[in-house]
């Protein structure tokens, strides 16, 4: 098990940048593929991107492609996501999350540790 906990939310306005990370713990890190997902208000919670194991293979949703770059320092444990050119429909909580194995994953029920979530918020 993973234990997984986001920083960097926060409030910002439309065109601004962020970067969320993810600070992770667990005997299986380093054997984890680690995502990013977000739920908006009334929706579902959605892929935003992976990354895998050693950093080198990542995948985005097509709402954050170009925009969005999410990284990996296996020496610190942690996960990023910078955020650019933000749009008041990425605001929703993100969550990290991580899965054993090698294959990237778009689908949250393939992930088995979850964060307790980071609010981002961006205005118009």
């Known amino acids: 098990q993973v234990q997984l906990v986001e920083s960097g939310g926060g409030s910002v306005q439309t065109g601004d940048s962020l970067r969320l990370s993810c600070a992770a713990s667990?005997?299986?890190?380093?054997?984890?593929?680690m995502g990013w997902f977000r739920q908006a208000p009334g929706k579902a919670r959605t892929f935003v991107a992976a990354?895998?194991?050693?950093?080198?293979?990542?995948d985005y949703g097509d709402d954050v492609k170009g925009r969005f770059t999410i990284s990996r320092d296996n020496a610190k444990n942690t996960v990023n996501l910078q955020m650019n050119a933000l749009k008041p429909e990425d605001t929703a909580v993100y969550y990290c999350a991580a899965r054993p194995g090698v294959l990237l994953s778009t689908t949250q029920g393939a992930y088995t540790s979850w964060g307790q979530g980071t609010q981002v918020t961006v205005s118009s």
């Open positions: 667990g005997p299986t890190v380093g054997n984890s593929v």
């Open positions: 990354v895998s194991r050693g950093g080198q293979t990542t």
